[in-house]
């Protein structure tokens, strides 16, 4: 069973640019989910999609942050404009529903803003 | 506010004797645990879980303890081999509030030879 496909890796841009990642969940799986992970913290939550809907999107900052997953399969998440303070590693992952306990992450896009 | 602490931030054990992972949480409202390894580069990976009406849960190497009266949880990782050394997560999801976690900050494990 292929596992979360996250792309690109890695990413490097300045300030105020915008940068875009892609994320593929676990075929089946409902629930997507896209975390923050900075540097010597653990993952938070940004925010969790069951199909094509938003579940909660209450930690996601949307006045630079947005995110869609349009078909209820593959999500993207933009950035626009980036800040420094965004330097991070964005986790995707996916669960088999809403109420299954057990998500699987995928690798993570490492994102350095300049 | 981090409801989910990981006090220790690195734990260096040598192979073949237990490793001891703590975590503490301070909402009373979560009432299933749940701990992730993650490998340099790799998103986590998860490893066991536990839900408030156990107090223990055996995998293999890996049993998790809870102390609700403490808020508080453990991984013992018995015994402990090189393959193991990773940063453990440990993380806690409310009542209700569908699969929604909360991660602790991350604990790194070094097991030597």
């Known amino acids: 069973e292929a596992g979360v496909a996250q792309s690109p890796r890695y990413k490097i841009i300045e300030k105020r640019q915008s940068v875009a990642f892609w994320c593929n969940p676990i075929s089946g799986h409902a629930t997507l989910y896209w975390y923050q992970q900075i540097l010597g913290q653990g993952p938070k939550l940004l925010i969790q999609?069951?199909?094509?809907?938003?579940?909660?999107d209450s930690q996601l900052p949307k006045d630079r942050f947005s995110a869609e997953r349009l078909k209820g399969v593959d999500s993207t998440l933009k950035i626009q404009p980036a800040k420094l303070e965004d330097s991070a590693v964005y986790l995707c992952a996916s669960s088999l529903d809403r109420l299954a306990s057990t998500q699987y992450f995928g690798p993570g896009t490492r994102l350095l803003v300049l | 506010d981090q409801q989910v602490k990981q006090n220790s931030p690195s734990l260096s054990v040598q192979e073949g004797r237990i490793s001891i992972l703590n975590c503490d949480y301070t909402n009373s409202m979560f009432d299933y645990f749940l701990w992730y390894k993650k490998y340099p580069a790799e998103g986590p990976t998860f490893l066991i879980s536990?839900?408030?009406?156990?107090d223990k849960n055996e995998d293999g190497r890996f049993t998790v303890f809870l102390n609700k009266s403490a808020k508080h949880l453990s991984l013992h990782i018995v015994p402990s081999q090189p393959g193991d050394s990773a940063v453990y997560f440990c993380?806690?999801?409310?009542?209700?509030?569908?699969?929604?976690?909360?991660f602790g900050t991350g604990t790194r494990l070094q097991v030597t030879l």
């Open positions: 536990i839900s408030s009406i156990k």
């Open positions: 993380a806690a999801r409310p009542t209700g509030t569908a699969s929604k976690l909360t």
């Open positions: 999609f069951q199909n094509n809907g938003v579940v909660d």
